[in-house]
C-alpha cells in the first residue's frame, strides 16, 4: 500500500513538472515570439481590410499600396503553403474580436479548397492548441493533436527548433504589416506538367460555411484569385471548375474577384518570379489597380 502511495506521489509531481514546463514554454513563446500569428491571438492586430490566405496573399498584396489606393488601414496575414482549412482558424478568431474590419480578402488559390496532409508551419501554432478554433482546425489535419487535450506534457514533443528559435533568438522581421515581397530575379520556370487544382467536398462546405458567418457579422468577403502568368495557367486542367466553386459561394456581402487571366499581367514575366506569384514590382502594381476596386466594394451601398 505505501508503494502504491509513493508511485502516485511520484506520478502526480511527474504530471505537474510535466504541466509546468510545457505552460512555461508557452507563455515564454507567447511574450518573445514577434510574429504575427502570435500578434492575432494576443488580439493585437485590427485593420479595416485584413488579408488572408497563402503565398499568393503573402506575397501578393502589398498593404501600404492597398492603404494608399482604398483609404482604409489594412494587414496581410498571409501564410506560405498554408490551405483555408488551417487559417480558418486564425480567421475565426479574428473575426471573434475585431471592431474595425469592414473587409476579409481572402487569396484563393487553386489548391485553396483541398485538404493538406500536415500541418504548415506548427511552430506558429502549438503554443495555442488550448485555443478551440486552433485545436478545432489542426486536428482536422492530424487527429492525433486531439492527444494534447489529454495527455500533460504531450505538447513538448510537438515543439521544434522553429519554435524555440522563437523564444530563445532575437529575429527580425522582414515583414511589412505582414506582407512579404519578393525582389525581381530571374523568372524561375518550373518544369511542370498537366495538373488540377485540389478540391474536397467538405473543406468547401467549411469554407462556405465561414465565409456566410464572416458576411453575417456585417464584415464584407472578397475571395481574391490573383494573376497567374499565362505560361503556367495552361497547364491547370480544371481552372473553370474551381472558378466555379468560388462563384457559386457568392451572396450578400460575400464577392468573387477574378483576375487570375488579367491580361495587363499574364501575358509578361516581367511581374512575376514564379508562374503563380508576382514580384514586388507586379505585387505593388497590382495591389493598386485591386485596390481602387476594393475600394469600390467596401463602398458599395446596398
Do not use: W
Not at 33 to 51: C, F, G, P, R, W
Not at 91 to 118: A, H, M, P
Amino acid at each position: 500500500m505505501k508503494q502504491i502511495k509513493i508511485i502516485s506521489v511520484f506520478v502526480l509531481i511527474l504530471i505537474g513538472v510535466l504541466y509546468g514546463l510545457q505552460q512555461g514554454l508557452r507563455s515564454l513563446y507567447m511574450s518573445r515570439s514577434n510574429d504575427k500569428v502570435t500578434a492575432l491571438e494576443k488580439h493585437q492586430l485590427d485593420y479595416n481590410i485584413m488579408i488572408f490566405g497563402s503565398s499568393v496573399a503573402y506575397h501578393d498584396l502589398n498593404p501600404d499600396i492597398l492603404n494608399q489606393t482604398t483609404g482604409y488601414s489594412t494587414f496581410n496575414m498571409g501564410l506560405d503553403g498554408t490551405f483555408i482549412i488551417q487559417y480558418k482558424a486564425l480567421i475565426k478568431e479574428y473575426i471573434s474580436y475585431t471592431k474595425q474590419t469592414k473587409c476579409i480578402v481572402i487569396g484563393c488559390d487553386f489548391d485553396n479548397l483541398g485538404r493538406n496532409g500536415l500541418i504548415t508551419r506548427p511552430d506558429f501554432y502549438h503554443a495555442y492548441l488550448s485555443n478551440k478554433y486552433v485545436m478545432e482546425a489542426l486536428s482536422e489535419i492530424e487527429p492525433s493533436l486531439l492527444k494534447s487535450k489529454y495527455i500533460p506534457g504531450y505538447d513538448l514533443t510537438l515543439y521544434n527548433r522553429r519554435f524555440y528559435s522563437s523564444i530563445f533568438l532575437h529575429s527580425v522581421n522582414p515583414e511589412i504589416k505582414g506582407f512579404l515581397p519578393v525582389a525581381p530575379t530571374p523568372f524561375v520556370s518550373l518544369n511542370i506538367k498537366a495538373f488540377k487544382g485540389l478540391y474536397d467536398s467538405a473543406v468547401y462546405k467549411s469554407v462556405r460555411d465561414l465565409v456566410q458567418e464572416i458576411a453575417h457579422k456585417g464584415i464584407k468577403v472578397v475571395l481574391l484569385m490573383t494573376p497567374i502568368n499565362k505560361d503556367g495557367y495552361k497547364f491547370l486542367q480544371n481552372a473553370e471548375e474551381i472558378k466555379d466553386k468560388y462563384r457559386a459561394l457568392v451572396g450578400e456581402n460575400i464577392y468573387f474577384v477574378d483576375h487570375s487571366t488579367d491580361t495587363e499581367f499574364v501575358n509578361t514575366k516581367t511581374y512575376f518570379y514564379n508562374f503563380s506569384h508576382l514580384n514586388t514590382t507586379g505585387a505593388d502594381l497590382f495591389s493598386k489597380e485591386f485596390g481602387a476596386e476594393l475600394a469600390g466594394i467596401i463602398n458599395e451601398k446596398k
